[in-house]
């Protein structure tokens, strides 16, 4: 199986990771997940900053992949984060997983956005019309990873 | 020493990036790390006494009982909001 993680602050083309993955011998089924900005319910977002600890972050993603590959036959995971500042309806996550049948690859996807928005280092603060704020973590994140457990 | 690296709100609110202690050779828990560091003011204190903080060892995710000594790298850090 391979494995593909990226940091990156440059935006990423959603199709050419598609191709990409759809290459993989035996590959009969690929899941794609964008995460993107979004905008706050009252219009007010300006921007977003990603923060994140440079290192650890790639390792942590790694052994995410690692994870998933251990519970499901996968052919290919692509995991790309984007840091700096975003603007609304930018992308900031992709996750993309090839493997033989559909219900691993959709597994693992959220799998891996589960395990992601809990253990990798990251960090989002709002640029908003009132002020700059950091994001907190949300309880429903945590419960999410429940259910693998 | 002992390389501290703080994120985030974190290190805004605690006005640091980078703190370096020695610990003269010394097996330490992140613990009592965190009892020095506590110790240097009120803001530090307080900032670093929160439940949800989060800690790593030579970049990896570790309990407060994990061991650190010279030449490790140990980051605190508030609870991830990636994806």
């Not at chain 1, 319910?41 to 300006?46: E, I």
């Not at chain 1, 992709?94 to 493997?99: C, K, L, T």
């Not at chain 1, 709002?126 to 457990?149: F, N």
């Not at chain 2, 240097?40 to 009982?65: F, G, I, K, M, Y």
Request: aromatic fraction near 10%; glycine fraction near 6%.
């Amino acid at each position: 199986m391979s494995i593909f993680v990226a940091v990156q602050s440059d935006d990423f083309c959603v199709a050419s990771e598609y191709d990409e993955l759809r290459r993989h011998s035996a590959c009969g089924a690929v899941v794609t997940f964008s995460g993107l900005v979004r905008e706050l319910s009252d219009n007010t977002l300006h921007s977003m900053t990603l923060e994140h600890y440079p290192g650890m972050t790639e390792q942590a993603l790694i052994a995410i992949a690692q994870q998933a590959q251990s519970r499901w036959q996968l052919g290919a995971v692509h995991i790309i984060h984007r840091v700096g500042t975003l603007k609304p309806n930018e992308q900031i996550v992709f996750v993309g997983i090839a493997s033989a049948h559909r219900a691993a690859a959709f597994a693992a996807c959220e799998f891996i956005m589960d395990y992601l928005k809990n253990r990798a280092p990251f960090w989002k603060k709002e640029h908003t019309a009132s002020g700059d704020y950091w994001v907190g973590a949300k309880a429903s994140d945590q419960q999410a990873l429940a259910r693998w457990e | 020493m002992i390389k501290i690296l703080f994120f985030a709100a974190l290190r805004e609110r605690l006005d640091c990036e980078q703190y370096l202690l020695s610990c003269d050779g010394k097996m330490l828990q992140v613990a009592d790390v965190l009892q020095q560091l506590q110790s240097r003011c009120q803001n530090w204190q307080q900032e670093l006494s929160r439940t949800d903080l989060l800690c790593a060892v030579n970049q990896h995710l570790v309990p407060l009982t994990a061991s650190v000594q010279d030449g490790d790298e140990l980051a605190f850090f508030p609870p991830v909001t990636g994806g």
